[in-house]
């Protein structure tokens, strides 16, 4: 039925007044005006708006048994299952979704199809299947957002070259951005009002693919560089006039504005950094300030805490501003030959006592989120703890009761806890520990074997000797070697292909054979 107050309803919605559309949606029911599968599908997209998950998914179920073919209430419940971590369900939706396409189908059902397919299938780990999916949406339809999560789904099946062609393609499609442009990045340039968020994002992950295959590649980190655009206004609006190019200034303003482990590797900049600057202020989140005043002795460079940062701080000349995330590729010393130099000056800071301990760290997890049961949501740098253990067994004896887990104790799965009672491990940090502390216990390490996480930053960063641990493809700026580019103490070892923690362990182990045994 087409009920008579669907319109006001819709004009709600289209105001952003979701309450008000949902009373009114409910409204209808109560009046007798009739119930199908549209009513209940609106109603469930209104819940959904209101972050009213449950009243949602119950909304869509109903709806989905009078009519089973719904392709955009199949994707609706998908996301809120996978929301909560539901991956299994949330993929036999989609699956149920692409069952129910046909040629008749329209482009917009088909871009809401293939945008769900993307987010879901990397979470489920099911990208080659998920492809097939995108490339017979994009056929159907021509929407920027369905190439970019098409080349993000081509990046994570290693296919690095479609992933790039696909980037360009959504690009090309959105009008703003002419071929001439493309060989002719400027950093002047960089915070540009020309370009959407989803633009700019679109041009970091381009760039993102090309330093996959060349990590070196300058337009690469030139594209890299319009992820800034993501930054709130107020940094916006500061690094539009003081954007700091790489060259000599007063004074240097760094600020910590993506993860731990980006904000660690760009304090490992800082003694290079100083040859440039008069003074340096580094913002930061407070966990780690006391880390940074810790190995940051020098007075040239002050550390305060992200909540006293103010624009009016920044002086009209010879002033630079620069997220930390972005300081070596803004440097222009992100090559081969540039970062030795930045790595031996900070490595002549560094004062690394010898280990007094026989122990060797391990982290075997990075960012975890949990399954409403309390299951770990798989991530493609996690190695599986009991596959470590065995290695690690073989490589150094039947025990490892001189290992130290620096997995958070909030994060160990029920499974892991019984792995670590059984392998007389300690687990050695906490969420509430600040980074300061976690480094004092790193340093009492004979070693480091890590998966790809804030730990393998801090290790480099505090000159201890790590294994790192990489999956295939690994983020960029580990480079291509077996030494990291960047932190001259960090060996690398990496799978084969995608997913084949047995032959990056074995190398591993056999790195601890030879000088841990």
Known sequence: LILPAMQPVKALEQGGHWAEALALQKRLRQSGSGIDASYLHQLGRLYQRCHLDSQSERAYRLALDLDPARIETHCNLALILCRRSEIKDAFLHLCCGWDAVSHSVSPQDLVLLGNASAHIGVEAWQEEKVVEWLKWAVRGADDARLLVNLALLLRSCGNLICAERAIQAALALSGVFTSSELFSFRQSHLIDQRFTAFESNALMRWGTYRLEQDWEDQVGQHMLLYGMADLPESWRDSLAHFLWQGGSVEKLVLFDDMGIGDALRGLRWIPWLESLAGSISVYLRPSLLGLA????????????????????????????????????????????????????????????????????????????????????????????????????????????????????????????????????????????????????????????????????????????????????????SWGDGSRSVLYSSVRIVRCRYRHDWNSCLSDASQILFEHYS
Request: hydrophobic fraction near 40%; proline fraction near 4%; charge should be neutral.
């Open 293 to 476: 005043n810790q190995i940051c002795l020098s007075s040239k460079t002050q550390f305060f805490s992200s909540s006293q940062f103010r624009s009016d701080l920044l002086q009209a000349n010879g002033c630079g501003l620069a997220p930390l995330n972005y300081v070596g590729v803004l440097s222009g010393k992100w090559t081969r030959s540039g970062l030795p130099a930045v790595a031996q000056l900070a490595d002549a800071r560094q004062d690394i006592p010898d280990s007094t301990s026989n122990s060797i760290g391990l982290m075997w997890f990075a960012r975890r989120r949990f399954k409403p049961d309390g299951t770990a949501v798989r991530n493609e740098r996690d190695v599986p703890l009991q596959l470590l253990l065995d290695h690690l067994r073989a490589a150094l004896g039947s025990t490892t009761a001189g290992f130290q887990a620096f997995a958070c104790r909030e994060f160990v799965t029920q499974d892991e806890w019984t792995l670590i009672d059984q392998s007389s491990m300690d687990v050695v940090c906490s969420e509430n520990d600040v980074w300061g502390a976690t480094a004092l216990k790193l340093l009492k390490c004979r070693c480091l074997v890590t998966v790809d996480t804030a730990i393998a930053h801090l290790a480099g960063l505090l000159g201890c000797p790590t294994i790192l641990l990489l999956n295939r493809p690994s983020d960029w």
